[in-house]
Structures are given as structure tokens and as C-alpha cells.
């Protein structure tokens, strides 16, 4: 891990360009500061484009030959995901404002993400969440912290029935649906912030047990990740293969432990992987 990279001078950094370039547009958005992408909830505010543009000046002055690569740019354009395949630059990877429908909508479940990449291996992450003033950072080997708190899951043994979780029912396939709903029955609650970094400083705080998604691009889960698996968690695509950045399909199931996370995927996902791959021979 580079020395020159100081996790506390890159999280007042976050703060910083959030209070100049987020916090200012909260709840001020004009409608013509709001727009969409792919539907008509795949939203981008004048505040993601401002944000990103700024990390992408700054960022490389903290390490000399590291590039941007975020949300909006991939979006418009401007870089492409095939840049994760080039392991010989540190890569800064960002969502710079995760949760955008509700960041456009007034809700207070948004906040910026970040992580560095080294040969292609996620070394450092930070969430921040500016509404409630809570910055997550996580350093490969050396744990994660909430405003400078160690944070540590327990919550290994806790039974299914007893469960709160997060999948976000409208990025399954419809076909799935039915069956997700079915089981939600079998867990204490399964629902969704539409915010995935929120989700991700709720599962590493032990305020949700586990997690469920269908979409893997790097800049909604690399952050996370490194954050949960810190504290203590266990993240794996649903085949039981490890999420990394160049990872393009494949789902995400986090729990607590390997046995959670095993009773998991047999209570939520075995049946919809064995359908979808019948499917394929058909």
C-alpha cells in the first residue's frame, strides 16, 4: 500500500468537496439540474457531474500516476470500465453521489463513495454520509472505522427468522420476483434504501444483517466491500466466487458469516440460479 496516501487527508478531502458541491443542492435541485439516464429512476443531478469533475482534478495530486474512474463518466462516456483491467496504475473509484433518486427527491439516504485500487486490488474505501456527519474508512488489513471507531460485526448464529436485510426488488429479473417475495416471509424484513452505501454502513454497524444484489458495477460495491469484509462480514458473488472490481455478473450476497451466508442463498437464491441456468439449456 502506497505510504503517500493518507486516509484522513482523502476523508477531509470528501468533506470537503461534498459541502462545495452536494450539500449546497440538497433539497434545491431545479428541475432542470435533474436528469435521466437509462430509465426514468436512473437519475443524474448537477451535483453527481459536479462532484465527480472535482475528484477527477484533485484525486491524481495525492498519487502520481492514478486515474478517476466514476459513475458519471462511465455513464457519459469519458472512460471506460475496461480501464479495471489495466492493474498497473492505482485507480480511484467513485460513486459521487450514491443514491441519486433520493438525493433528487429530498431524502436523506444518499452519500459519496470512494476506493482505491493498487494492481487491481481494492487497498482503501470511504463512505461518507454528510447528513448525519459519518465517515467510514477501511484500509486492507487493518480493519474499519465510523468517525474513528472501530467497527466489528457480531452477529454470527443469529437465526433466518430473526434476519433484517436489504435486495432491491425491482433489479431482479421479473421472473425472479415471486420467489423473493415468497421467502421475504421467512426472514424478520427484507427491503431496500436504494442506496447502497447507506446499506453497506448499516451491515458494517450492525443495524442490518445481510444483503442481496443483482447489479455489480464497481462503484456501488468495491467501497462497501473492503468495508464489510474489514469488520468482520462475508461477501461473495452467488456462485461463491469473490467479488473484485473487474467482476462484471454474478450477483452479491453479504452475511455475516459463511454459515449465514450459506442459509441464504439456499433460502433466496439456489432455486432462482438452478431456473436461470435451465433456462440457458433451453
Known amino acids: 500500500m502506497p505510504s503517500t496516501v493518507d486516509p484522513i487527508k482523502i476523508a477531509d478531502l470528501l468533506r470537503e468537496q461534498t459541502a462545495l458541491h452536494i450539500l449546497p443542492r440538497f433539497r434545491q435541485l431545479a428541475a432542470h439540474e435533474i436528469m435521466s439516464k437509462t430509465s426514468p429512476t ?19 495530486d495525492f498519487l502520481s500516476g492514478s486515474i478517476v474512474l466514476g459513475e458519471e463518466g ?7 470500465l475496461d480501464a479495471l483491467k489495466d492493474t498497473s496504475r ?17 431524502k436523506e439516504e444518499f452519500c459519496t463513495m470512494l476506493t ?9 474505501s470511504w463512505i461518507y454520509d454528510p447528513i448525519k456527519n459519518r465517515m467510514m474508512i477501511a ?3 487493518s480493519g474499519a472505522r465510523l468517525n474513528d471507531q472501530e467497527i466489528v460485526i457480531r452477529q ?17 429479473r421479473k421472473e425472479m420476483r415471486p420467489h423473493i417475495e415468497a ?57 461463491g466466487s469473490p467479488y473484485t472490481a473487474q467482476t462484471k455478473f454474478g450477483g452479491i450476497l453479504a452475511a455475516a458469516d459463511l454459515q449465514q451466508w450459506s442459509d441464504l442463498r439456499a433460502l433466496f437464491l439456489d432455486k432462482i440460479i438452478e431456473d436461470y441456468a435451465r433456462s440457458r439449456q433451453l
Not at 48 to 59: G, P, S, T, V
Not at 116 to 124: D, H, K, N, S
Not at 156 to 172: I, N, Q, R, T
Not at 186 to 200: M, P, Q, R
Request: hydrophobic letters at 45%; a negative charge; aromatic letters at 10%.
Open 139 to 141: 484500509e486492507r488489513g
Open 116 to 124: 482505491l485500487l493498487i494492481e487491481g486490488r481494492t487497498v482503501m
Open 90 to 106: 492505482p485507480i480511484w473509484v467513485t460513486d459521487p453521489v450514491d443514491g441519486t433518486y433520493n438525493f433528487a427527491h429530498g
Open 74 to 80: 462511465v455513464s457519459s462516456g469519458l472512460i471506460s
Open 42 to 60: 436512473d437519475l443524474v443531478t448537477v451535483a453527481d457531474q459536479e462532484m465527480e469533475r472535482a475528484l477527477i482534478k484533485i484525486l491524481p
Open 156 to 172: 454470527p448464529g443469529k437465526p433466518l427468522h430473526a434476519l433484517d436485510g436489504f435486495a432491491g426488488l425491482k433489479y431482479f
Open 183 to 239: 421467502q421475504s416471509a421467512k426472514v424478520a424484513k427484507l427491503h431496500s434504501l436504494f442506496c447502497a452505501g447507506h446499506e453497506y454502513l448499516r451491515l458494517a454497524t450492525g443495524h442490518a444483517d445481510f444483503s442481496i444484489y443483482t447489479k455489480v458495477m464497481p462503484w456501488d460495491h468495491l467501497a462497501g466491500q473492503l468495508m464489510f469484509e474489514e469488520a468482520g462480514g462475508y461477501l461473495r458473488q452467488w456462485d
